[in-house]
C-alpha cells in the first residue's frame, strides 16, 4: 500500500551525540482513537486505504513504515531555571518526511517506550493528556499560531501506572523539526565547536536556508529567532494562551508553539493566572511570557557564542545587544496587535493608554478576555450586563472617538478585529468535558469541540456553550508530563 511516505532522515545521521536509535517499544493492543485526516492529506499521505486495525498498528509504532531510521533525540533545557540533561525520555522520531512541495516535518511518536534519556519514567503517555495535546495544538493551528500538530492519537491497551492505574496512549506528533533552545544547549555544554557548528548548519539549513551565506550565520540565526519567539508569544498574548511550562527544553528553533502539558487558556483577564499545579512561584503567568521568552533566547544566545566572535568579550557583548532589543521589539508588535484587536488602523501617541485602559478594567471587574472583544463586535452571544458599565461605556466611547480617526472605513476594522479575535477557544470545562466522554469511549464531545475550534474565526451554529468561561468558582488546575 503505498502511503505516500517520503522519509528524508538526515538527524539520524548526525553523529551519536545527537541522538539515540532506538525503536518503539511495541504495544499490547492497539486502538485507534482519533486520526487526523485533513493533516494527513497536507502532508501528502494517503491513508484512505488502510483498515483501522492496521491503522492502529502504525500509530503504535507496532509497525514502522519502510523508510523510518527511529531515533530519540537528545537535549537539555532549563527548568524552571535550573539546568537539567533531558533528552526525548518518551518518544522517538521516526523519520522526516518531505512533502510534493519539499517542506519537511518531523513524524514523532509520544508516549512509545523508554529510551536512554528516560531517567526514572516509563516512557509512557496517559490518553486524557495525549488527546488533550490534540484538541490545543490543532486549536492553535486553527488560531493561525504555528504549532506543532497532531495526526493521531492510539490506545496502547496497556494501563500505565501514576497516582492511579490509567490508559496508556501514543499521540503522533508533526513539527517542522524539534530543534529546540535545549537542543544547543545540551550540544553546547559538551564543548565541541565542530558539533556545534553541525548543529547550527543543520538548523539553517533546515529552517533559515536565508542566511546560508552570511557573514555571521549564529548572529543571524539569534536575530531570527527573537523574531519568531517574539511574534510568538505576542500571538500568545493575543489569544489568552498561558503555555504554563515554557522551559528552554521547549521553545523550539522554528518558532512552533511545542509541548502541551500544562497549558491552558484564560477565560477572566487576569495577568497573573497560572493554572499549572507545580508553578507555585507563578513564573510562567500570562504576564510573564514575553520576560520568560527573553530569558530563554538569553540561554540560546550563550550558546552560540563561540560561534559569533572568536573574542569571547566581543561575542558576549553583541549577544547581550541583540537580547536587549527584544523588549522594545516585543513592546511594539504587542501595541500593533492590541491595535488589531481593537481594530485600529495607524499610529495615536495615546493607543497604549487605550489598550491599558480597557485591560485594566477588565481585570478590575473579572471581564472574560475573549468575549470583551467578541462584545465590541457585537458578537458576545450573552448579552451580559458588565456591559452597561459606566467606566466601561465611558471607555468604549474613547474608542469610538479613536476608531473615526481610522483612514480606513469601518468595514474594514471589523475585518481586521474579525481576523485577531477569536470567537472561540478551547474553553477549560468544554475540554474537560470531551476528554472525560473520550476516556469512557465516547468521542462525541471531542470529535465537535475539534470541528468548532477549526474555524475559531467564525460565527457557527450549536455551539451553546463553547463560548462561555466555566461557571464552576473552583480553580482550574493543569498538570506536566503525565
Ligand atoms: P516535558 O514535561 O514533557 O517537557 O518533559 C520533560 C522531560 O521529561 C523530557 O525529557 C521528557 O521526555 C521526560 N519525560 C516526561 N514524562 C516521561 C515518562 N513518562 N517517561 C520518560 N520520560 C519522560
Ligand atoms: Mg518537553
Redesign the pocket.
Known amino acids: 500500500m503505498n502511503i505516500g511516505w517520503q522519509f528524508d532522515n538526515t538527524y539520524a545521521n548526525l553523529s551519536d551525540a545527537f541522538k539515540e536509535k532506538i525503536k518503539p517499544t511495541p504495544v499490547n493492543n492497539p486502538e485507534l482513537i482519533i486520526f487526523n485526516k485533513s493533516l494527513a492529506s497536507e502532508l501528502n499521505l494517503d491513508f484512505s486505504k488502510i483498515d483501522k486495525k492496521e491503522l492502529s498498528k502504525i500509530f503504535s509504532g507496532n509497525v514502522l513504515p519502510n523508510g523510518s531510521n527511529s531515533i530519540a533525540q537528545a537535549y537539555a533545557g532549563h527548568?524552571f531555571g535550573h539546568f537539567t540533561m533531558?533528552?526525548?525520555?518518551?518518544?522517538v522520531l521516526i523519520g522526516e518526511h518531505k512533502t510534493k512541495a519539499n517542506k519537511k516535518y518531523d513524524i514523532q511518536f509520544k508516549g512509545s517506550g523508554?529510551t536512554a534519556?528516560?531517567?526514572n519514567?516509563?516512557?509512557?503517555?496517559a490518553l486524557g493528556p495525549m488527546l488533550r495535546e490534540y484538541i490545543i495544538s490543532e486549536a492553535m493551528n486553527g488560531l493561525n499560531i504555528p504549532t506543532t500538530r497532531s495526526l493521531a492519537v492510539v490506545k496502547t491497551g496497556e494501563n500505565i501506572q501514576r497516582e492511579t492505574a490509567l490508559q496508556g496512549a501514543i499521540l503522533t506528533r508533526v513539527a517542522s523539526s524539534h530543534i529546540r533552545v535545549g537542543t544547543f544547549q545540551y550540544i553546547a555544554a559538551r564543548k565541541k565547536k565542530d558539533e556545534l557548528k553541525t548543529l547550527l548548519d543543520f538548523t539553517i539549513n533546515r529552517h533559515y536556508p536565508e542566511i546560508k551565506d552570511s557573514n555571521n550565520q549564529a548572529l543571524d540565526l539569534l536575530n531570527l529567532l527573537i523574531d519568531r519567539q517574539c511574534n510568538l508569544v505576542v500571538n500568545w498574548m493575543r489569544v489568552g494562551f498561558i503555555h504554563g511550562?515554557m522551559?528552554t527544553?521547549?521553545m523550539t528553533i522554528s518558532g512552533e508553539t511545542i509541548?502541551y502539558?500544562p497549558c491552558a487558556f484564560m477565560d477572566t483577564y487576569d495577568p497573573k493566572t497560572v493554572f499549572s499545579s507545580i508553578d507555585q512561584t507563578g513564573r510562567y503567568a500570562y504576564c510573564n511570557q514575553p520576560v520568560i521568552t527573553k530569558w530563554n533566547l538569553a540561554r540560546f544566545a550563550e550558546c552560540l557564542v563561540p560561534l559569533i566572535n572568536k573574542d569571547q568579550e566581543k561575542a558576549i557583548k553583541i549577544a547581550t545587544e541583540k537580547i536587549n532589543s527584544f523588549e522594545k521589539k516585543y513592546e511594539e508588535k504587542w501595541i500593533n496587535m492590541m491595535r488589531d484587536k481593537l481594530g485600529l488602523f495607524g499610529l495615536d501617541d495615546k493607543d497604549k493608554f487605550l489598550i491599558l485602559d480597557l485591560l485594566t478594567w477588565m481585570h478590575e471587574k473579572k471581564a472574560d478576555y475573549t468575549n470583551t472583544f467578541c462584545h465590541l463586535m457585537n458578537l458576545n452571544p450573552k448579552k451580559d450586563g458588565l456591559y452597561s458599565d459606566k467606566d466601561f461605556i465611558n471607555w468604549k466611547e474613547r474608542w469610538e472617538d479613536r476608531s473615526s480617526k481610522n483612514n480606513a472605513t469601518s468595514k474594514k476594522s471589523m475585518e481586521l478585529m474579525r481576523k485577531n479575535n477569536p470567537l472561540f477557544i478551547p474553553r477549560n470545562h468544554k475540554v474537560e468535558e470531551a476528554l472525560e466522554a473520550a476516556e469512557q469511549n465516547d468521542l462525541k464531545p471531542f470529535n465537535k469541540i475539534l470541528e468548532i475550534l477549526k474555524k475559531p474565526y467564525d460565527e457557527q451554529i450549536g455551539t451553546d456553550g463553547y463560548q462561555s468561561p466555566s461557571i464552576s468558582d473552583e480553580k482550574y488546575q493543569t498538570f506536566?508530563?503525565t
Not at 533531558?86 to 518518544?91: F, N, T
Not at 519514567?121 to 503517555?125: I, V
Open positions: 527548568q533531558l533528552g526525548d525520555g518518551r518518544a523508554k534519556f528516560s531517567r519514567g516509563d516512557g509512557r503517555a511550562v522551559n527544553d521547549n509541548d502539558g506536566c508530563g
